[in-house]
């Protein structure tokens, strides 16, 4: 992991998940066509658009990666690899400075991600997350102190948010409701 940090100039987060199939496939991609833009959903698939030659590439980040890093490390005892782990979190904030210069445009979803990038980067853009509106449920039906968290668990900012509810947010209302149940 040391030899990776050092010698990739991506981090491990973009790192992990750029594979040559992917990129082989986009090379394939790119000979048969040609596009006005590319719209990536991850910082990987859009370094792996980058290295073929796409040049308009809009990358959606999902994260700032280097948040939620430092969320994690600050709220996780000592491990033998956490020094590591910091060198890799350098990394990745100084590899997020240079993503407005290498990309034509990003996509965030809150303002407060775009100013991670500094008032000079002109070309990210804030693109808030939309959320369908439901009627209020009957309160016949509610059940009193039941929760319900409805996300995928395998995004690492779900788990931390229900980390940090369970921790920070949880204890505080089971003082108002012993029942408090999430779900």
């Not at 040609?34 to 999902?62: P, Y």
Request: proline share 5%.
């Amino acid at each position: 992991r040391l030899l990776a940090l050092l010698s990739s100039p991506l981090p491990g987060a973009v790192r992990q998940w750029t594979t040559d199939d992917l990129t082989e496939a986009l090379l394939d991609i790119r000979r048969r066509e040609v596009f006005d833009l590319v719209w990536a959903e991850r910082l990987s698939t859009a370094e792996m658009a980058r290295s073929v030659g796409f040049q308009k590439i809009v990358v959606d980040v999902d994260d700032i990666e280097s948040v939620a890093l430092t969320r994690q490390l600050n709220n996780s005892a000592y491990y033998g690899s956490k020094p590591l782990h910091y060198a890799e979190l350098v990394k990745i904030k100084m590899y997020e400075q240079f993503l407005p210069r290498r990309f034509w445009r990003l996509v965030v979803c809150k303002q407060q991600d775009r100013q991670a990038f500094g008032s000079k980067a002109r070309n990210v853009f804030v693109v808030p997350n939309g959320v369908t509106s439901f009627r209020e449920t009957p309160h016949e039906l509610e059940q009193f102190g039941q929760m319900l968290f409805v996300g995928t668990l395998s995004y690492y900012p779900n788990i931390d948010a229900v980390q940090f509810f369970h921790t920070s947010i949880l204890p505080g209302v089971r003082k108002l409701c012993p029942d408090a149940h999430l779900a």
